[in-house]
């Protein structure tokens, strides 16, 4: 049953998130762009609860989270086009960027699908950067 797949799907999706560990450079990229007056949000095909379960458990700042439909998530990046850069590890990312009309910046990790959009550095700091220019 279809039904089953997804449902096992999601599940894998949110024992993976629950295990994962914050990139090193992930919690100063937030600070430099909140510093600069930049909201920071996440943006993900999960829902939404155990997103916000594991930025709570690791301490994290509070962040907005946009998880679940798609069809919201674009709705919400759309308010701000100009004001919103959306940073991503696949080529996925990169086509829901373009359907919300907002900037995409790819990001390599380790782990990260192979059709990636590569960036000269997977460094997130240097990715807020970018963003700071972008946006300011």
């Keep these: 049953d279809m039904r089953e797949e997804i ?26 762009l909140r510093l600069d007056g930049i909201q920071v949000a996440v943006c993900s095909s999960t829902e939404a609860k155990p997103i916000h379960e594991v930025l709570e458990r690791h301490r994290f700042p509070a962040l907005k989270v946009y998880g679940g439909d798609t069809g919201t998530k674009i709705a919400h990046l759309r308010q ?14 990169e086509e829901f960027a373009r359907k919300a009309g907002v900037r995409f910046i790819g990001v390599h990790r380790d782990w990260s699908y192979s059709n990636v959009v590569i960036t000269t550095s997977p460094d997130l700091l240097t990715i807020a950067r970018w963003a700071c220019v972008f946006i300011g």
């Design 80 to 93: 701000m086009p100009r004001a919103t850069v959306f940073v991503g590890d696949s080529k996925r990312d």
């Design 7 to 32: 449902e096992a799907f999601e599940a894998g999706k949110v024992k993976a998130l629950q295990q994962s560990e914050p990139f090193p450079d992930a919690r100063r990229a937030v600070s430099l």
